[in-house]
């Protein structure tokens, strides 16, 4: 497993690092082929908060933690995705894997932060490579995200498409009319 290791106001030692590696290459027993992630660790007001991106093969794993210590953060996030690993997979197979191919899973988001003042501005913009899905492909890699909403082209359609979650627990589906 390649993980890349930053760290924001807390200093990424050796040890630190090989514990991140040790716990997050755990899931990869779970998969046939390489998976990369990116682990950025800080501490803030003294809770110690780890966030990590795994790309599954073209499908994004999330999982943030904090904690009052930093291996017990990397504990908690370890496990979360491993349980969205087992989640993934157990979906796979009630599908029989038909029609899910990781290129056409939406790759990774890339997060780029704007300065800006919080007065109704943009503060944070995020861009990401938009691939052609089904409606039945975008909910699954919204559950594996843990979003209540998700923007996705419409393999059907060729049309940009909204899914989000309703409070009732089922999705809603907005379709643009032009």
Known sequence: MQVAV??????ITKALREYVEKKLGKIEKFVDHPIKAQANLYVERGRHIIEVTADLNGWILRGEEATGDM????DL????????VQRYRARLR???GAGVSPEAAVAGAEDQGVDAELDGKVVKVK???V???TVDEAILQMDLLSHDFFVFVNSDTGKVNVLY???DGDYGLL???Y
Do not use: C, W
């Open 6 to 11: 930053r760290g924001k106001n807390i200093e």
């Open 175 to 177: 379709v643009p009319e």
């Open 131 to 133: 691939k052609p899905v």
């Open 77 to 84: 996030v370890a496990d979360k995705l491993e349980k969205q």
């Open 94 to 96: 009630r599908r029989g």
């Open 165 to 167: 979650r309703r409070h």
């Open 71 to 74: 291996y017990a953060s990397i």
């Open 127 to 129: 861009r990401f490579p």
